[in-house]
């Protein structure tokens, strides 16, 4: 299990349970964790769709993109 850091903000103590998907959902539970709360995003296996979405370069690859990328920043995911 990850180690836990202390959140500070007007959410902390709050857990958020993420079942949303594509862009508007987990874009709230990153505005949720910017917060302090403590959001757990729960996803397909296959993962969110956005994560193949967005402009990348070359060096990013297909399976991420940089949408998601920042999204997933401040949730932990299961």
């Given amino acids: 299990m990850p180690t836990e850091k202390a959140s500070t903000g007007s959410l902390a103590g709050i857990r958020v349970i993420d079942a949303s998907r594509v862009l ?3 874009f709230c539970g990153q505005i949720l964790a910017d917060h302090g709360a403590d959001v757990i995003k729960i996803e397909p296996p296959m993962g969110d769709e956005t ?3 967005g402009p990348r370069s070359r060096a990013t690859p297909p399976a991420t993109s940089s949408a998601s990328t920042a999204i ?3 949730c932990r995911s299961t």
């Fill in 24 to 26: 508007g959902g987990p």
């Fill in 51 to 53: 994560r193949g979405w």
């Fill in 72 to 74: 997933s920043a401040t």
